[in-house]
Nanobody
Framework: QVQLVESGGKLVQAGGSLGLSCAAS????????MGWFRQAPGKEREFVAG????????DYADFVKGRFTISRDNAKNTVYLQMSSLKPEDTAVYYC????????????????????WGQGTQVTVSS
């Protein structure tokens, strides 16, 4: 069992930067692939970024490549999402997710590949 708690969401201006954190409890974190998803009002939840449990591999949605960076610290049971050059269209609730029982190198990108989800943190980018 893994519990995930996101933090760091807030109101920022367009062009600004923001860092999100996701603290995990439970014994499987170091062997779980981690991901960030987001859901804007009236839209489906979408993949933003993911990292393998080894930490060696990452993947990003095209709309955040070059602007967002995902990282993890297994010693702290925490995954991070550093966001820069934020745009109003980045406004959404951001969710952290964990996927267990996956190969060490694999980065899941689809909702159903993740077993555990956090409650989300609101990011609002003003124009």
């Amino acid at each position: 069992q893994v519990q995930l708690v996101e933090s760091g969401g807030k109101l920022v201006q367009a062009g600004g930067s923001l860092g999100l954190s996701c603290a995990a409890s439970g014994r499987v974190f170091s062997r779980a692939a981690m991901g960030w998803f987001r859901q804007a009002p009236g839209k489906e939840r979408e993949f933003v970024a993911g990292i393998s449990w080894s930490g060696d591999n990452t993947d990003y949605a095209d709309f955040v490549k070059g602007r967002f960076t995902i990282s993890r610290d297994n010693a702290k049971n925490t995954v991070y999402l550093q966001m820069s050059s934020l745009k109003p269209e980045d406004t959404a609730v951001y969710y952290c997710a964990a996927g267990s029982s996956l190969p060490y190198y694999y980065v899941p990108t689809r909702n159903h590949e993740y077993d555990y989800w956090g409650q989300g943190t609101q990011v609002t980018v003003s124009s």
